[in-house]
């Protein structure tokens, strides 16, 4: 079985430039959830998504969206990159509900 | 406000020696816990998880340990081998709201090395 792919794997954009990232997740798992790992302030939860819908949200400026599409597969937008955006980006596919969730490899975001 | 804490960046122990790994949380809305193990450009790989209304859970040579009323939980490993040298990941969940949607929120991390 397949786990939860990411992609790409790593990126290196210009500050005020947009990145769009993508997340296929495990077959059959119906939400897909995204953190942001940076050295100071360890895994931090972006948004989960469950059948095309954004179900929770963190604390992130709205320059950080997110969608699902009918087959599960997930894409998460930054628009307008800060510096501060450089971190692991991390996707991760569950069943649904209550329960351990599967992670992806992760995007390696660099913004210079 | 850091609602999940790992107090300790990292710890070193010896093979075939017990690593007790620990975890803090705020919140009393957490009621399921889990540990994640990672190893560098890998994402977080599932190890373990408990229950609010469980105190322990052993799973081969791991165990996680839940004191709700001091809000700690801990791992071990028995006997740790150099194999579990990576950084671990408490994270705790809170009451699923309706709708069902899950948000972990996960500690800073320790990194655990263990010495042949």
């Known amino acids: 079985k397949a786990g939860v792919t990411q992609t790409p794997r790593y990126l290196i954009k210009t500050r005020g430039q947009q990145v769009t990232l993508s997340c296929s997740p495990i077959?059959?798992?119906?939400?897909v959830s995204w953190y942001q790992q940076t050295p100071g302030q360890g895994l931090q939860f972006l948004f989960e998504?469950?059948?095309?819908?954004?179900?929770n949200k963190g604390n992130f400026p709205g320059r950080f969206s997110g969608r699902q599409f009918s087959n599960s597969r997930s894409e998460m937008n930054v628009s307008t990159l800060e510096l501060g955006d450089s971190a692991l980006y991390l996707c991760?596919?569950?069943?649904?509900?209550?329960?351990?969730?599967?992670f992806g490899q992760g995007t390696r975001l660099t913004v210079v | 406000d850091q609602q999940v804490k790992q107090n300790s960046p990292s710890l070193s122990v010896q093979e075939g020696r017990i690593s007790i790994l620990n975890c803090d949380y705020t919140?009393?809305?957490?009621?399921?816990f889990l540990w994640y193990k990672k190893y560098p450009a890998e994402g977080p790989t599932f190890l373990i998880s408990?229950?609010?209304?469980?105190d322990k859970n052993e799973d081969g040579r791991f165990t996680v340990f839940l004191n709700k009323s001091a809000k700690h939980l801990s791992l071990h490993i028995v006997p740790s081998q150099p194999g579990d040298s990576a950084v671990y990941f408490c994270?705790?969940?809170?009451?699923?709201?309706?709708?069902?949607?899950?948000?972990?929120?996960f500690g800073k991390g320790t990194k655990l090395t263990v010495n042949p």
């Open positions: 994270a705790a969940s809170p009451k699923i709201t309706q709708g069902g949607s899950e948000k972990l929120v």
């Open positions: 991760a596919s569950s069943l649904g509900g209550r329960g351990s969730a599967f």
């Open positions: 919140n009393s809305m957490f009621d399921y």
């Open positions: 077959s059959g798992h119906r939400s």
């Open positions: 998504y469950f059948s095309e819908t954004q179900r």
């Open positions: 408990i229950s609010s209304i469980k």
